[in-house]
């Protein structure tokens, strides 16, 4: 079978026949035939049973008609052999049974190793790499600064007090988590890789709640052995944050072949900062999924304006899909990106 290598191609700025095209949270509520798996089983339990958790993933390859397939995991999932306890509660989101806070609390996680702690990820992987054909497949995993702030919460944040309290008052505290979680997650990207990840994304989704100058303090040497861990095994490497404005200096220092952006910056403002030698990923705001067809067509249009045709841009939204999104907008925009990109092309 061909390959469709045109995500895989863009990631490395290469010349691609029309703009490849997947989305952050394809896989979800959002769609009838996950729905249907969720009455059966937790989220915890898919991810856990690699034939359920590769038929998900599956699910809006077929639906969609997407570029690239994102294996169906979490980025909580290392939490659980870490010996700090995960739930997922109606409303919160998820839980953490035992945060950590404490010096103390950072040296009692457990050792882990990705194969074995976490194998049926690496099993999913494997299954998928058989069933997936010609579409490309993305592991992924959370930045050491988005998986602390839910260990030192206990769970989701809007102020991440408790995270910055450990920065600003026990900085060794904060560094030994932090220490702990890149060793952690460059060794579970890497085993993704292995298993057969052709690509993989770093998603630090909450990291626009700090400032450039803690940024680089607190969060850049520890994503940057996480990138760097997974640019090791010759992969692209998508770097993925939100709110990052101020931060994109930054995070294509820390590393990252394609650089993410939210719908805060216009594309080609964003791409301007990181530099045309990177390749970026974005960036329509998930809302506009449910609005209109003639005004999301006007504004994926203008997303594609902006990337003005230059080799090194993935279609994207600016974050995940939102729970109540119709999926026919979802697949609309499938087909105005391929669609605009090939007059694109042919125009040229
Ligand atoms: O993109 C995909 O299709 C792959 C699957 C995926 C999930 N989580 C499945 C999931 C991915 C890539 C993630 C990443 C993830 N998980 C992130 C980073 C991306 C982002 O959106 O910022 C974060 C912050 C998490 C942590 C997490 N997991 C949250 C905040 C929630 C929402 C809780 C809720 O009740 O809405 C989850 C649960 C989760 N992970 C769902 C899915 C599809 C919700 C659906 C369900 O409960 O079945």
């Keep these: 079978m061909e390959m469709n290598d045109r995500f895989l191609r863009a ?21 009838a035939e996950y729905r249907l798996i969720r009455e059966k089983y937790s989220l915890i339990e898919i991810c856990q049973h690699p034939e359920i958790a590769a038929e998900v993933t599956m699910q809006p390859v077929r639906a969609l008609g997407v570029d690239a397939a994102i294996l169906f995991a979490d980025i909580l999932l290392p939490v659980i052999p870490l010996g700090l306890g995960l739930g997922f509660s109606k409303g919160e989101g998820p839980v953490i049974g035992s945060p950590v806070r404490t010096l103390e609390d950072v040296r009692a996680m457990k050792p882990f190793d990705a194969e074995s702690d976490l194998g049926y990820v690496m099993d999913a992987i494997r299954i998928l790499r058989g069933t997936l054909g010609d579409v490309p497949l993305i592991g992924f995993c959370g930045a050491p600064f988005t998986v602390a702030s839910y260990i030192i919460e206990g769970g989701s944040s809007r102020e991440f007090l408790k995270t910055k309290m450990m920065m600003y008052s026990a900085p060794e505290v904060f560094h030994a988590l932090m220490e702990k979680l890149s060793v952690v997650l460059s060794d579970y990207l890497v085993a993704q890789i292995r298993a057969g990840a052709q690509a993989v994304q770093v998603f630090d989704s909450w990291v626009g709640a700090l400032s450039p100058s803690d940024y680089e303090t607190f969060v850049l040497p520890y994503s940057q052995n996480v990138l760097q861990a997974a640019k090791n095994e010759n992969v692209p490497v998508i770097h993925f944050g939100t709110n990052t404005t101020t931060l994109l200096p930054l995070m294509k220092r820390a590393s990252g072949d394609v650089i993410g952006l939210d719908w805060r910056i216009p594309l080609d403002d964003g791409w301007k900062i990181i530099g045309h030698d990177r390749a970026v990923q974005g960036n329509l705001d998930p809302v506009t999924l449910f609005a209109p067809l003639s005004e999301i067509k006007a504004r994926v249009h203008d997303v594609l304006r902006r990337a003005e ?27 105005m990106v391929h669609e605009y990109s090939a007059e694109k092309v042919e125009a040229r």
Excluded at 326 to 335: R, T
């Design 309 to 335: 045709g230059r080799p090194g841009h993935i279609f994207n939204l600016g974050h995940g899909i939102l729970q109540h999104t119709p999926v026919d907008n979802v697949k609309a925009v499938v087909d």
């Design 11 to 31: 990631c490395r700025r290469e010349p691609v026949d029309v703009t490849p095209v997947w989305f952050m949270r394809q896989a979800g509520r959002y769609m």
